[in-house]
Structure formats: C-alpha cells, structure tokens
T-cell receptor, first 115, second 113 residues
C-alpha cells in the first residue's frame, strides 16, 4: 500500500510477556518515528531512525523498550516484560526529504492492552 | 513534557459554524504543525507553518502563528460533521537534531449536524 502500515492492529498480552510491534513505512522514506499515545501522557515521542541507525532514543521510557530497523525499511518496537502502564496506542510515522521531510505520515497504530 | 497546550480541551459547534482552536508552546520552534485524529487512531497532517511565517491557508483551514506570544490558532470555516475529530498541534524545536514532533494534549471538536 501507499501509506504507513502497522501490525498488529490490536494486541492483548499478559503482564510480564514480551511483545513486538511492527511498522512498514512509506517506501523510500528514510526517517521513521515511534510515538506512544496514552490517556495519562498524551502523545509522546519514543525513538527516531534515520536509515537503520537511531540517533535519538531519548523517548524510550525504560530499558524494557527497544527498537530496530533493518534494510532502511521495516522497524520493530519490542517491549520486554510488559507492565500495565505500557498499555497505549503505539504510532509509527515516516518522512522523507524528497517527500517533504517535515511532514510525518502516520500509520493507524497498534493498540496494546496489558492485562 | 508536553510542549504545546491546546485550548479549549473540547469544543462543540453546529454544522456551518467556524471552529477556532488555540495552541501555546514554551520554547523556540522551527515549525508548528496541526494534525487531526479520528477515533483515537492514525494522525493526519493538516498544515505546517514555519517560524518565519505568520499565516497560512489550506482549503477551509487557516493557521496563524505568533512567535512573540508563542501561540498558534487553527480556524476551520464552514464546519462539517466530518470535521468531528481531535486536533493536535505539534512543534519541531529550533536547533533540534531531528524532526521529532512534540504534541499538545489536543482539542476534541464535535460538529453537530
């Protein structure tokens, strides 16, 4: 498809389990962002990729959170030993210099519920 | 912490009326953007205004920026029921090393038919 896609759309997990969230950016977009949206904290930046490297990880809330990007395309956000406070919608966005780097295109998000 | 704060938190109007939402921020910015979100899922980019611009238009949208007051406003004219959504302002900070967005808490707009 032409837009950013994310999978799964919804994920329910038990406290203590690990989860992986996937993001497929728009083809050719070199910049990729992860954000988290929760009732208490609003929309928060998590991590930024330029190509396969992550020069800004400042928003990751703890060392249980990690992300990687391979081939300059797909990115995976991993949350280890999930906690109830991790419940949120995780949004991915991508942008490109040629596409107007300042405009970020968002995916539909993954709604994570930790029981 | 949140850079932007939208005002009001919620706004309910009748179809055909204009809707105005405001955003204030704290530090110097490179640009300010407005996004719309339907049903708590993906965000849609509406308009971007740079720090050296004062006003921009896009269709029924008008955005103003006052850097001296660190504030912006989004005006939607002739509103439609389909405009019902949450609207967020987001800033890209001046001097930042990347283009990450810092969002406000949003305004929930309800347009009644």
């Amino acid at each position: 498809g032409a837009g950013v896609s994310q999978s799964p759309s919804n994920k329910v997990t038990e406290k203590g389990k690990d989860v992986e969230l996937r993001c497929d950016p728009i083809s050719g977009h070199t910049a990729l962002y992860w954000y988290r949206q929760s009732l208490g904290q609003g929309l928060e930046f998590l991590i930024y990729f330029q190509g396969n490297s992550a020069p800004d990880k400042s928003g990751l809330p703890s060392d249980r959170f990690s992300a990687e990007r391979t081939g300059g395309s797909v990115s995976t956000l991993t949350i280890q030993r999930t906690q109830q406070e991790d419940s949120a919608v995780y949004l991915c966005a991508s942008s490109s210099v040629t596409g107007g780097w300042e405009t970020q295109y968002f995916g539909p998000g993954t709604r994570l519920l930790v029981l | 912490s949140q850079q932007g704060e939208e005002d009001p938190q919620a706004l309910s109007i009748q179809e055909g009326e204009n809707a105005t939402m405001n955003c204030s921020y704290k530090t110097s910015i490179n640009n300010l953007q407005w996004y719309r979100q339907n049903s708590g899922r993906g965000l849609v980019h509406l308009i971007l205004i740079r720090s050296n611009e004062r006003e921009k238009h896009s269709g029924r949208l008008r955005v103003t920026l006052d850097t001296s007051k660190k504030s912006s406003s989004l005006l939607i004219t002739a509103s439609r029921a389909a405009d019902t959504a949450s609207y967020f302002c987001a800033t890209v900070l001046r001097g930042g090393s990347n283009y990450k967005l810092t969002f406000g808490k949003g305004t929930l707009l309800t347009v009644n038919p």
